[in-house]
Nanobody, 124 residues
């Protein structure tokens, strides 16, 4: 079983930045696409960003495009989400996930392993 651990969440003011990290166990990290999802209280979990196994392809939700950047360091078994120009509506628990295949995927049903989540709060 793959274990994923997120870190880097916190409280920031609107317009600020955060960098989330997700570290997985094992030595085959590059075989799988990864993704970030988020969930606010009382709302459905929604797709944020995804990156292919080799890191060459990315895809973003329209709500974060141009503000967030997903990346990965396969040698360190780590994926990142750089979040800039944060807005209050970005407030949510952010989850990293490992996909079933190598290619970018926005459907949560294509992910089989999930981290525990890290809280991001954007507020004055």
């Amino acid at each position: 079983q793959v274990q994923l651990v997120e870190s880097g969440g916190g409280l920031v003011q609107p317009g600020g930045s955060l960098r989330l990290s997700c570290t997985g166990n094992g030595r085959t990290f590059s075989n799988y696409a990864m993704g970030w999802f988020r969930q606010a209280p009382g709302k459905e979990r929604e797709f944020v960003a995804t990156i292919s196994g080799n890191g060459r392809s990315t895809y973003y939700a329209d709500s974060v495009k141009g503000r967030f950047a997903i990346s990965r360091d396969n040698a360190e078994n780590t994926m990142y989400l750089q979040m800039n120009s944060l807005k209050p509506e970005d407030t949510a628990t952010y989850y990293c996930a490992c996909a079933l295949g190598r290619y970018t995927a926005s459907d949560e049903n294509r992910y089989n392993y999930w981290g525990q989540g890290t809280q991001v709060t954007v507020s004055s």
